[in-house]
């Protein structure tokens, strides 16, 4: 199936690791240019040398952070600069610390509200403009079942998420009649570094091992495994791509049919 996403340009948050990395991959086989965004330079470096070569599509690593506006806005304007264009943005940076409420400090409140949800705001923001300049665009902020799914042991994902889910379907409404196509995809469990993390975080909360945690987060899934980076990239380009021309305003979970009361103990 052919995609319609040669030549296209790309940005993504987080390129450099996980799901932002495996969706820069699946990109640029697909024939787009991809420019791939994080905040550790070495990282970025390292990532843009890896990712797929062949063909014509062209990686372009920018060092930047999504917690700064500054940031945010010279990365969109380095690639129109670069490209002459910007037709898609994958928000994919940034994660929250999970954790019970007593636990929380402001400051994790804070940081999480400020780069998962803020920091899809800013690309959004100072994407936007240049997408209306050359006709449309897609945008796919890729969320977490947090915000349709909360847990107690996640509430800053969960607050997070739910927001970033709101701003999304508020923003399909109004620029859907400009062309520019906006959704979400909500993932549950991904094998990363950040879940692994989050294991480490749930087994302190309920006082268990992490292996103890990682059973029971199996348990909540009917499909009996955690999810691959690359099951949650291939539904991100898709959704970006010529041949979701109808989605708008969508929120695409991607968890397997996760169940998190069965996580209780």
């Not at 550790?40 to 506006?69: H, I, K, S, T």
């Not at 701003?167 to 196509?181: F, H, N, S």
């Not at 955690?226 to 380009?237: F, L």
Request: hydrophobic fraction near 40%.
């Amino acid at each position: 199936m052919d995609l319609g996403l040669r030549g296209k340009v790309a940005v993504i948050t987080g390129g450099s690791k996980g799901i932002g990395y495996a969706s820069a991959d699946t990109f640029l086989r697909e024939g787009a240019h991809v420019a791939i965004c994080a905040r550790n330079r070495a990282r970025l470096e390292e990532a843009a040398g890896e990712l797929w070569e062949e063909g014509e599509a062209e990686v372009l690593p920018v060092q930047a952070d999504m917690g700064n506006r500054g940031d945010v806005k010279r990365l969109m304007k380095t690639v129109y600069d670069r490209f002459g264009r910007l037709d898609i943005l994958v928000n994919c940076a940034g994660s929250s610390p999970g954790g019970l409420l007593e636990d929380l400090t402001e400051e994790q409140w804070l940081t999480s509200v400020n780069l998962k949800f803020m920091g899809y705001v800013r690309a959004m923001t100072e994407a936007i403009p240049y997408m209306l300049r050359t006709g449309g665009g897609r945008i796919v902020n890729v969320i977490g079942n947090d915000g349709v799914k909360p847990a107690y042991f996640e509430l800053t994902p969960s607050a997070a998420n739910a927001a970033d889910i709101a701003v999304t379907q508020a923003l399909a409404e109004q620029y859907g009649p400009k062309g520019i196509l906006i959704n979400g995809v909500n993932p549950g469990p991904v094998a990363t570094d950040r879940w692994d993390g989050l294991e480490k975080q749930i087994a302190k909360d309920k006082g268990i091992t992490q292996d103890e945690a990682h059973a029971l987060a199996l348990k909540s899934l009917p499909l009996g495994r955690i999810c691959t980076v690359q099951e949650v990239a291939d539904v991100v380009v898709f959704v970006a791509s010529e041949r979701a021309s109808y989605l708008n305003g969508a929120m695409i979970t991607v968890d397997g049919g996760q169940r998190k009361a069965l996580m209780d103990v």
